[in-house]
């Protein structure tokens, strides 16, 4: 197969574990008889540097025209620290999401066996769990209109969904649950706000469609709760966009580090795979950032080309560095610790 990728590195470690995860893609790329063309552009505050803009239309045009992104991550402590800056590098992600049409956020988590006394979270707690979010990504109130008044002393963000919205998210959360093990909760707080009362009526219309589907409906404070408490318990798990971005950063963390989890955001055209931690700035050019999220979302790209075995010896071969004591500081727990590149390269060469 001929693949031609986007490649966002972006800012921070974005360059330095977007590195890796091209190594390892060519190696399987190389294994497995597949030609890939990475197309590199510009984005976030690398991109504010370059040409003035997060998200410049040179390189929505890659993007566009990519069979898929592989996307590293933004931010930048200048400005993070300024909260006048007229351009920041989120407002490019927010606008590439847009533009693209990626919709779903799917993100997974689940655990290592070598890394169960790891997490934070007691084993007996974590053990077998396997569960994923899809968090809607272009609405809600990262969308709606903003603004302040008063004089400044009075801010507001509204929170806005349209029923079609709702039901393509949805569509995909009953679609994803069918090829697992049949279960679905829906996030919302239905209790307080209208947009969630849309949301359950919309999703609890849909369970006709889908009747092998076993839906359950929780407030996201009890989720909050139950994430923590006992996380094997739930399977497929649709929300909000607020409430996806707080709750799976929760749940990142049960696997023992936020540098393991990958993530994909889907479109109708185009999909965007990406690590789900940030460009951590203070680790840029140490060569210590972990880079196996970001090469486990390769393999999640693989598969979402129809590609299963590739994407699974990617991930074996993670599995097999994670036992072999090939890790990143992050996970060192004391003993060696390896560099970004030397992960990457033990990778490459295991796949």
């Keep these: 197969m001929k693949l031609n990728i986007a490649l966002l590195a972006g800012d921070g470690i974005g360059p330095e574990v977007i590195n890796e995860a091209v190594k390892v893609s060519d190696a399987i790329a190389q294994k497995f008889g597949h030609e890939i063309t990475w197309k590199p552009a510009l984005t976030g505050a690398a991109a504010i540097d370059a040409v003035g803009e997060p998200y410049p239309d040179s390189t929505h045009e890659v993007c566009k025209n990519a069979d898929a992104v592989l996307f590293g991550a933004i931010g930048h402590p200048k400005y993070d620290n300024d ?171 049960i696997s023992g580090s936020m540098g393991l989890m990958p993530s994909a955001s889907m479109g109708a055209e185009v999909s965007l795979f990406e690590p789900i931690h940030g460009s951590y700035p203070q680790a840029t050019g140490l060569n210590i950032a972990n880079p196996m999220a970001t090469i486990l979302s390769a393999a999640m790209m693989f598969e979402n080309f129809g590609l299963m075995e590739e994407g699974k010896a990617m991930r074996d071969a993670v599995n097999k560095a994670l036992e072999a004591g090939v890790v990143t500081e992050d996970l060192a727990n004391g003993g060696k610790a390896y560099g970004t590149k030397e992960v990457g390269d033990w990778l490459a060469a295991n796949v």
């Excluded at 069918?178 to 279960?183: A, I, L, P």
């Excluded at 989720?223 to 990142?252: C, H, K």
């Design 83 to 253: 909260p006048s800056a007229p351009v920041r590098p989120e407002q490019g992600l927010l606008k590439m999401r847009k533009a693209l049409g990626l919709f779903a956020n799917v993100r997974p988590t689940f655990t290592f066996p070598s890394l169960l006394d790891k997490s934070p979270l007691k084993r007996e707690r974590i053990e077998g769990t396997d569960l994923v979010f899809l968090r809607e990504l272009t609405g809600g109130i990262y969308f709606g209109e903003k603004g302040r008044k008063d004089n400044g002393d009075t801010a507001y963000d509204n929170c806005v969904y349209t029923r079609a919205e709702v039901q393509r998210l949805a569509k995909k959360g009953f679609e994803l649950a069918m090829t697992r093990s049949k279960k679905l909760c829906c996030v919302d707080k239905a209790n307080v706000l209208e947009t969630s009362r849309l949301w359950r009526e919309t999703v609890q219309a849909m369970e006709k469609d889908y009747p092998e589907v076993e839906v359950s409906y929780e407030f996201v404070d009890a989720v909050a709760m139950r994430l923590v408490q006992w996380p094997n318990s739930y399977d497929v798990l649709i929300t909000e966009n607020l409430f996806g971005d707080i709750l799976t950063d929760e749940a990142s963390v």
